[in-house]
């Protein structure tokens, strides 16, 4: 069945690349071009009643992606809308159901909940819908997984430029991450030459100085960029309230991003010896705004040893007591008794005195 999956998946980006085109979001607009392409015939493609199932359900892995990121909004809607198609439209029975992956149900309330904020509420009735359906099939993976099976070698799926948002780039490659390594490295480099030099040698400055927030501010400047140039060329398209609504949008989701790159991400296992830095938005300095350390607590040992070093200082002439035992005492000498010696003699004899 995987050399159908190719075909496969060139008809629904046509499908997709044709609602993309409408520049709609609204389920009548998919609803023609699904009718357009008669869409539902593809389950057609085999027959024979014993291979019905394992090409349905090989047509809904590969229709399932593009309801999750990283594609736009749009084509998110049309993914779902291209579930709810297949699910309704498939030819066996018991029908079946659309895997999902517990790690990507987090990424479907998400998008349930922007559709919401954004009133499109047929995008919620339709998810809604396959939820009551009980369409959804929840699993640890995404493609199932058998013990013994022979590991095929199998292409990394591409993913369609088309179909991403664009503006999305620049931040996935200067991620927060990225700008915290960049800050320990600087930090480390100008750690380095000041413990070489007492003065600091101007032909030594080889990094411009506030190289982090000047780059991350470049990148929250050109993602505003490419926001307002979204909304501009909407505007001229004249799309209506809908518009307005696509605009808040934006805005709403270019304010997210940038305090997001405000903050700072919990670091990996293998980088916990650094400590973690705090990059400013609005490019101000990066060395002014280092945390003060963490005070760490000193050992019992080592503070009974500062204690007794205070007082030494304090009064000359007394013994510093290095130990926790007792100073053992001067022993006074103690006096020889007399031996008592009996003299059996003397002791019989009482008229002897």
């Known amino acids: ?123 919620v009735y339709i998810l809604r819908k396959l939820l009551s359906d009980k369409a959804f099939y929840f699993t640890a993976m995404p493609t199932p997984l058998c013990f013994g099976e022979k590991k095929e070698d199998r292409k990394k799926t591409e993913i369609c430029e088309e179909f991403v948002n664009p503006s999305s780039r620049p931040q996935e490659l200067v991620t927060t991450d990225v700008l915290e390594e960049i800050g320990n490295i600087h930090e480390h480099y100008e750690g380095l030459k000041k413990s070489i030099f007492a003065e600091p040698d101007p032909n030594l400055n080889l990094i411009q100085q506030n190289l982090v927030p000047k780059l991350n501010g470049a990148i929250l400047t050109y993602s505003s960029w490419q926001w307002n140039r979204t909304e501009f060329e909407q505007q001229d398209a004249g799309e209506g309230p809908s518009n307005q ?40 300095d990066f060395s002014e705004k280092l945390p003060a350390k963490k005070k760490q607590n000193l050992s019992l040992k080592t503070r009974t040893q500062l204690r007794f070093n205070t007082q030494g200082n304090e009064s000359e002439g007394v013994t510093r007591l290095w130990c926790l035992s007792a100073v053992k005492e001067e022993k006074a000498p103690e006096r020889r008794k007399k031996k008592f010696l009996w003299n059996p003699e003397k002791s019989s004899d009482p008229t002897s005195h």
């Open 245 to 284: 609504e696509s605009s808040r949008r934006a805005q709403l989701l270019a304010s997210i991003k940038s305090r997001s790159y405000g903050q700072v991400s919990e670091a990996s296992k293998s980088r916990r010896h650094r400590q973690a830095q705090l990059v400013p938005a609005d490019g101000e």
């Open 1 to 123: 069945m995987e050399n159908f999956r190719g075909p496969v998946k060139a008809d629904c980006e046509e499908l997709l690349a044709r609602f993309q085109a409408t520049e709609s979001v609204r389920y009548e607009q998919f609803l023609e071009v699904w009718r357009d392409m008669n869409f539902s015939s593809i389950f057609y493609g085999r027959p024979e009643a014993n291979e019905r199932r394992c090409f349905t359900r090989l047509i809904m892995s590969v229709a399932s992606p593009y309801f999750f990121p990283p594609y736009t909004f749009q084509i998110r809607v049309a993914g779902l809308y291209l579930l709810y198609g297949l699910f309704n439209s498939q030819l066996i029975t018991p029908k079946e159901k659309i895997r999902i992956a517990l790690k990507d149900w987090k990424d479907a309330m998400q998008f349930q909940r922007d559709a919401m904020n954004a009133q499109h509420y047929d995008v």
